[in-house]
């Protein structure tokens, strides 16, 4: 059987969802989300340029390795992509090798890395990732790309329809998913439990799509991170 390179296999995957899926949002509504898009990111790196230089100096202070991390996400009809955040954990072979999934107390995160992840701080450079069109301010949250290659086909045809999300009706719920994560068993647990719950949540976003919504959504997002 001869081989397929991954860059081959993953345009495969983005052709066969283009054609297995029955677009369900309107024109209209992409279009009036994409310039909401643009013009709230725009925004927010603008307003928070300052605050993105202080939380680089802490990183870089508080252990050696990058600003940012970038990790590779399943994107919208199948195509990868750079994730971008603020760095959290320390840069040696334990972060990268470890599960894709962090844990409660997880001896991979920096003490300022734990702060970040947190308050969600080091969600802010997904902006960038936005205004690149790799992402929306709303959507379903993207997944490893390792997880997200195993969900069924139909799940992968409908959630990946659309562009993944900085935050979602899902993560909303879900803002607390470190704490509920523990033990040598968490991946399991993340697995078998919650994924299979924020998949449906995910599912239901696709299917009802709405700018009222989408606005709920931020309005939450931000009640969620007032201390």
Known sequence: MPEVSTPQLFENIEEEL????????????????RVGDIFISV????????FFLYIALRIKHGSPGPVFFKGD???????????LKF??????????KGAPVTAKDDDRITPFGKYLRETKLNELPQFLNVLKGEMSIVGPRPEDLNIAQDWPEEVKA???SVRPGITSPASVIYR????????????????????PNKIRLDQLYVRNPSIFTD?????MTALTLLP
């Open 18 to 33: 283009k054609a297995s899926f029955v677009p369900r949002r309107r024109p209209l509504i992409s279009a009036l989300k």
């Open 43 to 50: 925004l927010i790196l603008i307003l928070a340029s300052p």
């Open 73 to 83: 996400r399943m994107g919208r009809f199948g195509k990868p992509f750079k994730i």
């Open 87 to 96: 760095r959290t954990m320390y840069e040696d072979d334990r972060s990268y």
């Open 158 to 160: 409908e959630v990946l």
């Open 176 to 195: 607390d998913e470190e704490a509920l994560l523990h033990g040598s068993g968490f991946m399991d647990d993340y697995l078998k439990t919650i994924l």
């Open 215 to 219: 606005l709920d959504v931020i309005a």
